[in-house]
T-cell receptor, first 111, second 114 residues
Framework: LAKTTQPISMDSYEGQEVNITCSHN???????ITWYQQFPSQGPRFIIQ???TKVTNEVASLFIPADRKSSTLSLPRVSLSDTAVYYC????????????FGKGTKLSVIP | EAQVTQNPRYLITVTGKKLTVTCSQN?????MSWYRQDPGLGLRQIYY???????DKGDVPEGYKVSRKEKRNFPLILESPSPNQTSLYFC?????????????FGPGTRLTVL
């Protein structure tokens, strides 16, 4: 099971690209890396998931280097509505099925 | 609509009075779990279930019980609640345990134990 470490908070201006990095030094071979977004008093919502290299969808990109010990969530041109807490999660493909979310990164977008 | 539902959404109770928070999903998911969220501590998994009649402890199982008698339901039971169990609770489900997967979360249950 991958334990994850992220910055506690980040600030960004509207329209900028935001990159949030997560370290998962003990990630297992079968682990996928998943990112979630959470607004206050709501349940987390899936953003993007990947195993290696780069994954892109309509809301974000996920960059995973070859050693897979970290990953970077990239949010292009953030708006005020992107203010939220972002969690990275290392799923386990085999062995333990326990999930550990960690403390997340609080992103504040400034007008 | 595919969803995870939790009831009640808000609950205020007193120490020692048994309570159950229900969770139900309509997506035929195998994997279900309960989390608690406290300020500064993020989401911590309490219990999880990989399928009917298969449950296991997460990071913080003390003081909680669960059961999985049907695939769609995964209730969280507090036999004797204490004030340190005051928290925001989330139920989640996913198609399976592990592998490429996403967790679908319920709306949360805010519990206050006096």
């Amino acid at each position: 099971l991958a334990k994850t470490t992220q910055p506690i908070s980040m600030d960004s201006y509207e329209g900028q690209e935001v990159n949030i990095t997560c370290s998962h030094n003990n990630i297992a071979t079968n682990d996928y890396i998943t990112w979630y977004q959470q607004f206050p008093s709501q349940g987390p919502r899936f953003i993007i998931q990947g195993y290696k290299t780069k994954v892109t969808n309509e809301v974000a990109s996920l960059f995973i280097p070859a050693d897979r010990k970290s990953s970077t969530l990239s949010l292009p041109r953030v708006s005020l509505s992107d203010t939220a807490v972002y969690y990275c999660l290392g799923d386990s493909g085999a062995g333990s099925y326990q999930l550990t979310f960690g403390k997340g990164t609080k992103l504040s977008v400034i007008p | 609509e595919a969803q995870v539902t939790q009831n009640p959404r808000y609950l205020i109770t007193v120490t020692g009075k048994k309570l159950t928070v229900t969770c139900s999903q309509n997506m035929n998911h195998e994997y279900m779990s309960w989390y608690r969220q406290d300020p500064g501590l993020g989401l911590r998994q309490i219990y999880y279930s990989m399928n009917v009649e298969v449950t296991d402890k997460g990071d913080v199982p003390e003081g909680y019980k669960v059961s999985r008698k049907e695939k769609r339901n995964f209730p969280l039971i507090l036999e004797s609640p204490s004030p340190n169990q005051t928290s925001l609770y989330f139920c989640a489900s996913s198609l399976r345990a592990g592998g490429p997967n996403e967790q679908f979360f319920g709306p949360g249950t805010r519990l206050t134990v006096l």
